[in-house]
């Protein structure tokens, strides 16, 4: 990188331009969007899967995912409290166990966030403590073969969602 300046910023992300030298002595330009990091959480009952589903303002559209997100004004969070804090907030459920079952970059050509993704058991229901853009989410449990059929018909799209989905397969069968 030979510079770097902030184009744009919020409470959630930056977005900056960096002059960059090529491998072939070429220069060139990226913009990237910084986020922090954010845990995604599988909350599981057997063969229970519990979802959330939310107004997404980008795609124009209700999304199914995982509970997922970071912390407020782009602080650095401990992924393990973050993944806690982001499955109480968002379906009220806490978990006796909490295991790190795999890392995801959210789009490395154009952003520098990253992932954990975590997969929640042992599961408890309580009240959701849900952030004033969320007040229209809603959570469902789903069967995990009703989850794989809702991702054929392309009724979850989230990338993410879809990549957890397939640790946890990968998680399974070691």
């Known amino acids: 990188m030979l510079s770097s300046r902030q184009v744009y910023a919020n409470s959630w992300m930056t977005v900056r331009e960096d002059t960059i030298r090529r491998s072939d002595g070429t220069h060139g330009i990226y913009g990237v969007v910084d986020k922090p990091t954010y845990a995604l959480v599988i909350p599981r009952d057997g063969d229970r899967l519990h979802l959330v589903e939310q107004f997404r303002y980008p795609v124009r559209e209700r999304c199914w995912e995982f509970p997922a997100g970071?912390?407020?004004d782009r602080a650095a969070v401990d992924p393990a409290d973050l993944a806690v804090r982001e499955l109480q907030e968002?379906?009220?459920?806490v978990a006796a166990r909490m295991e790190l079952i795999g890392r995801l970059d959210v789009a490395p050509g154009m952003s520098s966030q990253r992932g954990t993704v975590w997969l929640a058991t042992g599961l408890t229901a309580g009240p959701t403590r849900r952030e004033?853009?969320?007040?229209?989410?809603?959570s469902v449990w789903f069967a995990s073969d009703e989850v794989e059929a809702m991702a054929v018909r392309?009724?979850?799209t989230d990338s993410q969602t879809l990549a957890a989905y397939l640790l946890l397969q990968l998680h399974d069968r070691r």
Request: aromatic residues 0%.
């Open 70 to 72: 970071t912390a407020p």
């Open 90 to 93: 968002e379906t009220g459920l």
């Open 132 to 138: 004033a853009t969320e007040q229209d989410m809603r």
């Open 154 to 156: 392309g009724e979850i």
